[in-house]
């Protein structure tokens, strides 16, 4: 009998192990799914109004979490070539910024549906990782950065000429897209809402297979120490062209759900300042750690919007400095410093315990000083 | 005979590329007139030597400290600004020393309050909260008392008195300063002593988190030296009297420096351009840059915040939109006898415009810039090759830890090196805004040529900077030149013309092409 | 008994590696002290945490009297210490003579020094103005051991200085320690087992960051059982 029930109670274990391993991320989505309707609660707002989308705080604040999602995906993105691949890019934002364009391009002036839309742009950020790995055989380190930053200011460049302004829009950006009418953002805002979630927490759980996977362990062994992955036999280009390539195709979906959601895209999302954006997203949440780069996104958001509501015009000044005391003083983010600490915790009452067990070598330590 | 052959061989790639270029450039050449030839090739060395001014001082910091600073375009940006201040607006400028001299006067106790508080012995819980407490007692005071210093400004708001009117009337000749504003709502004994105070216990604050820095952090100890920092202590005093003075003498001063002749004033501007940003540097490598050397991706990451904070402070100070700076005088004549003929000509009539070969040279973009260029890169080249600290540096880039070891302050030398650079990116800024005119984003988008001038020039290297700008430099003018003339292709009917963003593409091609060919760039050193 | 130098006790990080766990060495005025063990046991960090390049965070270290742990290395340095760094560390962009030049630490100091310096490395002497990345290893060599004599230094630090040269020019570097070790002190790190005996008196090993034994190198060399157990390669 023991030989057929065996099986049967490891798989429940399995079971109950991935659900335990995960709780944190199936109370996260819970708690997203029933946001609306949280809000919609507290602000008295009946249901019937919520699912019809009528304007309300709860419309409001999904707005901003809908952004939120997508600037989380962007920031994982940029953690999986920054933080778990080692590569320091400053051309992030033209993966965002093509998939937008694209987006915005393809259905403003060719009138082109939703599918073949999107299989342009995952087909425009294999072509766009592409180029930024055309260097990478040869060049690593500073000098790519410098090369991922040229190649990202020619975009930018571009997208803001007066050659191209009937397509996109010069410096103003592009305007009039408009969104088939089943995801208007507009009138069908839940529906939007539910959609970037999915898409956040479908990219969150491939990246972290991904990383788990052989080929993201190489990719973090290419982080460590990219001289002796070589010695160990993998060609470290390849993967480092895999993370490229995930990333700029994550990086321009979520492009394209920004170039639907907002009315007008502009061309800073594509600048500069939008890659550092990334990385202080990725920064604020803890650099290599993917949940990390979620955490940072939303923290991102809500504090420039409340700086914003507050502050007014010298939000960004703020933001500046507390970017800099982040990487002076929290150089390892939220979900990184939180880890840190759960080992020192650790370590905390293994060394309550010692104290019980036997005080010696912490009294030749006090002695020594 | 044989070294030679042996270093034709060592260099073979290197000869092979720069000869390529010579053979395009002259191919670009040829199909100009002439008078364009002479124009789109000094405009190119003129771009060159302004790209060369930043990437100079940023390929030094980068060598010796291994700190990329990227905030490096964002200092010479607001060199720009300062000197822009200076030359259209002096009394502003005269305005603003008084408080920033009293703040300078706190700081420059900073060694000192370290000394002291070295020497209080201070138990730990204490140290760790009272920084905190000073800290807020500084934003208080400072946050009262500094809005309400007097210093006569523009406002963006109205066109009557936005900087781009006053910059124009400036260059009008035409300027009328407003009426200088006073304290108001706290006398003036209050206001400046207490600025003088707050920028006291700023100084004690920050001594305090790096003692408790120093406290909490058991892996090394450090000794600070016991000894009275005399040299910060006059300087202290020395900023708090001009301080003072110049607040008594700022109505004298103001009319002084307005009355004074603009090309004058442009050597102030770039003077004191030159000391503030080596200050700001200097301050900006001790304070932030130094606790972060172990960990050089977070120097950069904080030189990048740094940068985005000087962009906001300047867009809140100067306002976003961009404007001009007027010409210094020796380079703003229209009238008579002008566009010059001869070198007398310029001499006698102080012309804008030389006439050369039926085509118009500006004396100031064309001339002055690349002169300035070339000075700097001699100057520097001599400070380099010729003096002992130019020695320590070149050791330092290599292995700064060995030149410490040879009983050597590095980290003066660091410091040194570091407001220098960022000092000569202001000047850079003082010098090109004449000439490129000053918004918000000019730093940016020089850092980013600087950046591929020095990628493909080799990062560490001084003639690689030297080169790689210069090839930036031309590069963009002649794409600019032949997108107004076009490019005759044999396969085209019309003539190929460069659309202006062929002009920043053209150069990150060329940086793709030569790092393949020459991943260290053209004088790096391989590793 | 003269110590010149005493290290007590060492203990150093680096990064959060626990490198050295407490190494002590005496070194005896005018004397030559060699420290040995295997490649990775911390001779290189001992050297490098006397000078304060890589600080101890506990121990202490007395030079001359002074106890100087914590002191910024370039005032360590500064009492009169001199260190030659392993692989032959010149700096290659500066000339010959500029590598010289650097290391003064009184104007004049080369002046002064110029005669004993090339009386030892005659070689030095034509290759003032060649640049540092011209040299043949064995030049490096000097001039790295050269540039330490320029000012008036107490101790040698010397690390490794016949790694990887001929045997011509591993006698030579011989003599010349030999001959400067008549004016100074020095603290010799050599992997070279009969190079050490023939330099040094005393004898300080390195095992896995602590410092296990010392003693004369006379005693040393009969010493069958140590040196199997320290210094064979494992």
């Not at chain 1, 800073?268 to 955490?295: E, K, Q, Y």
Request: aromatic content about 10%.
């Amino acid at each position: 009998m023991s030989e057929f029930t065996a099986p049967e109670v490891a798989k429940e274990n399995i079971y109950w192990a991935t659900i335990k391993n995960s709780r944190g991320l199936l109370i996260t989505i819970l708690l997203l799914a029933i946001l609306p309707f949280i809000i919609a609660l507290v602000d008295g707002q009946p249901f019937s109004e919520l699912l019809s989308n009528d304007p309300g705080q709860s419309k409001f604040y999904q707005a901003l979490m809908i952004e939120i999602f997508i600037l989380a995906v962007y920031a994982i993105s940029y953690d999986l070539i920054f933080g778990i691949t080692g590569m320091i890019s400053f051309g992030h934002a033209m993966f965002f910024g093509v998939g937008a364009y694209v987006t915005g391009i393809m259905f403003k002036s060719f009138g082109w549906s939703l599918l073949p839309t999107i299989g342009l742009v995952i087909l425009a950020g294999i072509v766009n990782a592409l180029i930024f790995g055309i260097v990478l055989p040869r060049v690593k380190g500073i000098t790519w950065a410098l090369v991922t930053l040229g190649i990202a200011e020619v975009f930018f460049i571009v997208i803001q000429s007066r050659e191209l302004v009937d397509f996109a829009g010069a410096e103003i950006g592009l305007q009039g897209v408009t969104p088939p009418e089943y995801l208007n953002p507009v009138t069908e805002r839940l529906r939007f809402y539910y959609l970037a979630m999915i898409f956040m927490i479908l990219v969150y759980i491939f990246y972290k297979r991904f990383v788990n996977s052989p080929t993201g362990r190489v990719c973090i062994a290419n982080r460590e120490n990219e001289n002796r992955a070589i010695m160990l036999g993998y060609n470290t280009f390849w993967y480092k062209l895999t993370a490229l390539i995930i990333s700029s195709v994550t990086a321009g979906l979520a492009g394209a759900l920004h170039a639907i959601f907002h009315p007008i895209i502009r061309p800073d999302i594509a600048g500069l300042s939008f890659t550092i954006a990334a990385l202080l997203m990725v920064l604020i949440g803890g650099v290599g750690t993917l949940s990390g780069a979620l955490i940072g996104a939303a923290t991102f958001r809500l504090l420039s919007f409340g700086l914003d509501r507050y502050l007014g015009g010298s939000s960004q000044i703020i933001i500046g400095i507390v970017y800099v005391g982040i990487v002076l003083y929290l150089p390892f983010g939220i979900v990184g410093t939180w880890n840190q600490r759960s080992v020192r915790r650790k370590e905390g009452r293994e060394q309550l315990l010692r104290m019980f067990t036997g005080s010696k070598e912490k009294k030749q330590d006090e002695n020594e000083e | 005979m044989n070294k030679i052959s042996q270093w034709f061989r060592k260099n073979r790639t290197l000869i092979i590329t720069l000869l390529v270029l010579t053979i395009v450039y002259l191919l670009a050449l040829r199909g100009l007139e002439p008078k364009d030839q002479v124009l789109t090739t000094l405009r190119g060395f003129s771009m060159g030597a302004i790209i060369f001014i930043v990437a100079a001082g940023f390929s030094l910091i980068f060598g010796l400290m291994d700190v990329l600073n990227l905030a490096h375009g964002t200092l010479f940006m607001i060199g720009a600004y300062i000197g822009w201040t200076i030359i259209v607006r002096p009394d502003t400028a005269v305005d603003a020393i008084t408080p920033i001299a009293l703040l300078i006067a706190g700081f420059a106790l900073l060694p000192l309050m370290d000394v002291l508080i070295e020497r209080l012995n201070i138990p730990e819980k204490a140290a760790r909260i009272w920084p905190w407490v000073g800290l807020i007692l500084v934003i208080a005071i400072l946050g009262y008392l500094l809005p309400k210093y007097p210093v006569t400004t523009w406002d963006v708001g109205s066109y009557e008195s936005s900087p781009i009117n006053y910059a124009f009337a400036a260059g009008q000749g035409t300027l009328v300063a407003p009426e200088p504003e006073l304290f108001q709502g706290v006398s003036p004994v209050v206001g400046l002593g207490g600025i003088l105070l707050g920028s006291f216990i700023a100084g004690a604050t920050l001594a305090g988190f790096a003692h408790y820095r120093r406290y909490s952090r058991k892996e090394a100890k450090v000794i600070i030296d016991q000894g009275l920092p005399h040299t910060a202590i006059w300087i202290s005093i020395i900023t708090a009297l001009i301080g003072i003075i110049f607040y008594f003498f700022n109505d004298p001063l103001s009319d002084f420096l307005l009355d004074l002749n603009n090309a004058w004033l442009f050597l102030i501007a770039i003077l004191v351009s030159f000391v503030s940003i080596a200050g700001i540097g200097a301050l900006m490598e001790v304070l932030l840059v130094r606790p972060l050397y172990a960990t050089p991706i977070y120097n950069l990451l904080m030189t990048l915040g740094v940068s985005a904070i000087g962009i906001e402070f300047v867009r809140t100070i100067w306002g976003n939109p961009a404007f001009t700076m007027p010409r210094p005088s020796l380079f703003a004549g229209t009238g008579e006898g002008c566009p010059a003929e001869s070198l007398a000509d310029i001499l006698a009539n102080k012309c804008s415009t030389i006439s050369i070969l039926g085509g118009r040279i500006r004396t100031y973009n064309d001339v002055f810039v690349i002169i300035v260029g070339l000075f700097i890169l001699i100057t520097v080249w001599i400070l380099l090759q010729r003096t002992r600290l130019g020695m320590i540096i070149r050791a330092g880039v290599q292995d700064s830890e060995m030149v410490e070891a040879l009983s050597i302050n590095v980290r003066r030398v660091f410091t040194l090196v570091f407001a220098l650079g960022v000092g000569l990116a202001a000047m850079g800024g003082v010098i090109a805004a004449p000439s490129m005119g000053l918004s918000t984003n000019m730093g940016q988008v020089l850092l980013i040529n600087a950046l591929i001038a020095l990628a493909i020039g080799g990062l560490t290297s001084y003639p690689g900077a030297a080169v790689g700008a210069l090839i930036v430099g031309m590069l963009q003018q002649f794409i600019v030149k032949y997108g107004q003339i076009g490019i005759p292709l044999p396969f085209m009917e019309e003539a190929f013309k460069p659309t202006p963003p062929l002009v920043p593409a053209s150069t990150v091609l060329l940086m793709v092409i030569i790092l393949l060919i020459m991943p260290q760039g053209l004088f790096g050193r391989k590793e | 008994m003269d110590n010149l130098l005493e290290v007590r006790d060492i203990h150093t990080f680096i990064s959060q590696f626990h490198i050295l766990e407490g190494v002590s060495v005496r070194v005896p005025r005018g004397k030559i002290v060699t420290l040995l063990g295997r490649n990775g046991a911390g001779k290189t960090t001992t050297l490098k945490s006397i000078l304060g390049l890589t600080p101890p965070s506990q121990g202490q270290v007395i030079f001359d009297g002074q106890d100087i742990l914590g002191q910024r290395s370039f005032n360590i340095a500064a009492l009169g210490i001199g260190y030659v760094p392993e692989h032959r560390a010149i700096f290659r962009d500066l000339s010959v003579g500029e590598n010289l030049k650097i290391a003064e630490r009184k104007k004049g100091d080369l002046d002064r020094k110029a005669d004993i310096i090339f009386d030892l490395f005659p070689d030095l002497k034509r290759l003032l103005h060649l640049g540092g990345d011209h040299l043949s290893g064995g030049q490096q060599q000097m001039l790295a051991i050269a540039r330490a004599l320029v000012p008036d230094n107490k101790l040698l630090l010397i690390d490794e200085p016949t790694e990887g040269l001929a045997p011509v020019l591993i006698e030579q570097m011989m003599e010349a320690i030999r001959q400067l070790s008549s004016e100074t002190t020095v603290l010799l790190v050599e992997q070279n087992f009969i190079v050490a005996t023939h330099l040094a008196e005393d004898y300080v090993i390195i095992e896995e960051g602590q410092s296990v034994k010392e003693g004369k190198i006379a005693d040393l060399i009969n010493d069958q059982e140590t040196i199997h157990r320290y210094l064979e390669a494992a």
